[in-house]
């Protein structure tokens, strides 16, 4: 196979991961999230402890076993970096972590909106007290290939980041005919057991490269955030949900629906049953999104978003409509 180290994008400014080797050696304790989509979160891994996250955080407990180390899987499948920054306060900066390992780069697409919104998240990571460092993980559409890390890394190295390329490891070789895909994917992008053990050993192959130069140079201070390479405006974004706003309902009413698992995407959310229902938000700010629940199954309701009110219904599209 190709040496590990043709994965490692950029070893990243000493102020960074050797920030998190010295608050480990010095405090004996040490929080880590890991923020991205369903590969991160664990689709087809067969057992939770075989996952990525799972795997590569064993990193920190072996090599500092006498330290408390906690982690967080922060992973919500087919979700992308512009949903990432809106729910990165609750899901990952709340847990007060000293590194977040963050993977967006099959979900989100090589467009100029997730080079901002990618950064609008590196940048609200960054300036977070608690984190010490952020590193970014580029997985593939193995069949392909396809990724968004030409415009991720451009972020990462526009800030020094520490970034794995999982494409730039295992697709030279898939390409070259030396791999059977079945062992690593079953459906062409999530990971089999054997994926998602690649993808540790390529984190923490860089762990033990970045851990070498730590104890042989020593910790850097945090370096200050240079001015945004985008216009990075989704870096305060926030997430409005039943328990923490108060809309004007009409036929609406806060879902209660118990969520299967933390990272049910719609938990907290409104929903509404009859035709005519209305629910009013009164926010503001220069991007406004709006998350809602598609179906393929008909009939299916019809939703109108208005914003500022600038549509006005007649009585009859009114009555037509149900926003859920």
Known sequence: MTDKNVSIMNIGSMGYLPQVFKKIENEKKLSIVYLGGSITMGCNATKTELRYVDRSAKWWQTN???????????????????????????????????LVFVEFSVNDSSSPLFMETYESLVRRLLKAESVKAVVLINNLFYNTGENAQGIHNAIGLHYD?????????????????????????????????????????????????????????????KPSLPEPFTA?????????????CSPVMEGFEPDTHAAEQWSDPFKGGWVAHKQGSCIKFNVSGSIIMLQYRKTINKPAPVAYAVIDVLRRYTAEQRENTLLR
């Open 161 to 221: 980041l520490p970034i794995v390329s999982v494409r730039n490891y295992i697709f030279p070789e898939i390409q070259l005919g030396n791999v059977c895909l079945a062992d690593y994917t079953a459906d062409m992008l999530h990971s089999t057991d054997l994926g998602h053990k690649m993808i540790a050993d390529l984190i923490c192959n860089l762990l033990d490269t970045e851990y070498s130069y730590y104890k042989k140079l020593g910790a850097e201070k």
């Open 232 to 244: 990075s405006r989704y870096e305060d974004a926030q997430r409005f949900q039943n328990y923490s």
């Open 64 to 98: 500092f076993p006498d330290a408390e180390i906690s982690y967080f899987n922060a992973g919500i499948g087919a979700t992308t970096s512009q949903f990432g920054v809106a729910r990165v306060q609750e899901h990952v900066l709340d847990k007060q972590p000293d």
